[in-house]
């Protein structure tokens, strides 16, 4: 099952906010996350907040149901409007994620993207996401969500290899999400990325070169490479424990980064955050909405156990889907807990996300010995030296192998 949401304090019931969360909001870029908690089948290595069907049988009936669903998410969205009073800014991205967003029917989707520009707006050139299963979509899905506003969609295609895609325990056939990129450039989708996994056990070298390949014949403007994380309580990690199936090392997701990176950037992409690629000759091609997370600006999550961030207050709301419902069905925040971020924290986390993107983060974000270990880690060959002469730590090639040791490094 998911893994537990963190402690902290309560959330007032109005879901109301410190007036300083609310400060300065004005210069700030606001997004929100729509979160679709429900899955046709758990994936073997999946630790996300998502439910099947059997899961929720008996654990909250209609309140827990997808054909709901719309209505209790706009709900919130409602509620973020009465929180968020006067808020003078206009939505700049949303992102549909999940579980499985497009289990829901289009219209679904398109009722929740209508709930945010009724209440908020969207401003102009807004970039509106879903994540999309290969499985759960067809050419006239994709022409409904189109037509509702959607102009980017990212699939979850992990890999090309049948063997592979079977120890991921993910159910669409290996062709179909590259045959949705064309279905969405069909449809009008100007934006269209792709989600690969590596380091699946009994993963080649060349399977990992042959998904890549895969990918890029259909050329998406992005793509996204994940190393795979073996979570406790999957799955995975239990048929891993019983020696079913082997594991990889941190040296062999070391030299699929590497095979990623040239690949890719052969292909025309860049990187511009550690586990991101675009189109280079795009700017547009990059996922804004994401880098509205790690530049610290504030999102909106609405759905069970979505995260939301405000000028400093991040908060998260209740797990499980007929809890989520009820709270909002009473009148009440869907929140489970919150911390108000204290100056420290704010910094140790621009370092965190920062360092983490090609622009790369401020040296004097930098404490006294988060300032030596930059200085080492430039010696290292871990920080380019054109842009630390500029006052910003940025990662080189090797540096981004090494990435949670040096962030561990200069937060200090």
């Known amino acids: 099952m998911p893994s537990a949401l963190p402690d902290g304090e309560p959330v007032p019931e109005s879901g109301s906010l410190p007036p300083e969360a609310l400060a300065g909001r004005e210069a700030r870029p606001l997004g929100f996350y729509l979160h679709v908690p429900y899955c046709a089948t758990r994936c073997g290595y999946c630790d996300f907040n998502t439910y099947t069907a059997g899961e929720l049988r008996g654990s909250g009936g209609v309140l827990a149901s997808r054909e709901n669903y719309a209505a209790t998410l706009s709900d919130e969205i409602r509620?973020?409007?009465?929180?968020?009073?006067?808020?003078?800014?206009?939505?700049?991205?949303?992102?549909?994620?999940?579980?499985?967003?497009?289990?829901?029917?289009?219209?679904?989707?398109?009722?929740?993207?209508?709930?945010?520009?009724?209440?908020?707006?969207?401003?102009?050139?807004?970039?509106?996401?879903?994540?999309?299963?290969?499985?759960?979509?067809?050419?006239?899905?994709?022409?409904?969500?189109?037509?509702?506003?959607?102009?980017?969609?990212?699939?979850?295609?992990?890999?090309?290899?049948?063997?592979?895609?079977?120890?991921?325990?993910?159910?669409?056939?290996?062709?179909?999400?590259?045959?949705?990129?064309?279905e969405a450039r069909a449809a009008g989708f100007a934006h269209v990325n792709l989600d690969l996994i590596y380091g699946t056990p009994g993963e080649t070298d060349d399977d990992w070169r042959a998904s890549l390949d895969a990918a890029l014949a259909v050329a998406p403007d992005h793509v996204s490479a994940y190393a795979l994380i073996v979570e406790e309580g999957t799955q995975l990690a239990r048929r891993i424990r019983r020696g079913e199936v082997p594991t990889t090392d941190d040296d062999v997701h070391a030299d699929r980064y590497l095979i990623a990176d040239e690949t890719l950037s052969a292909a025309g992409m860049t990187w511009y955050e550690v586990s991101n690629w675009a189109a280079a000759d795009d700017p547009a091609a990059r996922c804004r909405h994401n880098e509205l997370y790690w530049t610290g600006a504030d999102w909106?999550?609405?759905?069970?156990?979505?995260?939301?961030?405000?000028?400093?207050?991040?908060?998260?709301?209740?797990?499980?889907?007929?809890?989520?419902?009820?709270?909002?069905?009473?009148?009440?925040?869907?929140?489970?807990?919150?911390?108000?971020?204290?100056?420290?924290?704010?910094?140790?986390?621009?370092?965190?996300?920062?360092?983490?993107?090609?622009?790369?983060?401020?040296?004097?974000?930098?404490?006294?010995?988060?300032?030596?270990?930059?200085?080492?880690?430039?010696?290292?060959?871990?920080?380019?030296?054109?842009?630390?002469?500029?006052?910003?730590?940025?990662?080189?090639?090797?540096?981004?192998?090494?990435?949670?040791?040096?962030?561990?490094?200069l937060v200090d």
């Open 79 to 182: 509620l973020a409007r009465k929180v968020l009073g006067d808020d003078p800014r206009r939505v700049e991205t949303v992102f549909v994620g999940g579980g499985t967003p497009t289990l829901l029917p289009a219209g679904d989707l398109a009722r929740m993207l209508a709930a945010v520009r009724d209440e908020f707006g969207l401003a102009p050139g807004a970039e509106v996401t879903t994540e999309a299963n290969p499985e759960s979509v067809d050419a006239r899905y994709l022409a409904e969500l189109r037509e509702a506003g959607f102009n980017r969609i990212s699939f979850g295609m992990q890999s090309a290899r049948s063997h592979v895609l079977r120890v991921l325990d993910r159910t669409h056939t290996p062709g179909r999400p590259q045959a949705c990129v064309e």
């Open 300 to 409: 909106w999550g609405a759905g069970p156990g979505a995260h939301s961030h405000t000028g400093g207050v991040r908060w998260w709301n209740v797990k499980h889907p007929a809890a989520y419902a009820q709270a909002l069905a009473h009148g009440r925040s869907p929140g489970a807990g919150r911390e108000l971020l204290g100056a420290e924290d704010r910094r140790v986390e621009r370092i965190l996300l920062e360092l983490r993107l090609k622009a790369g983060c401020p040296l004097d974000l930098l404490a006294p010995a988060g300032a030596s270990a930059a200085r080492r880690a430039l010696s290292d060959g871990l920080l380019e030296s054109g842009p630390y002469g500029q006052g910003r730590a940025v990662l080189t090639l090797r540096g981004r192998l090494l990435a949670d040791a040096v962030v561990r490094d």
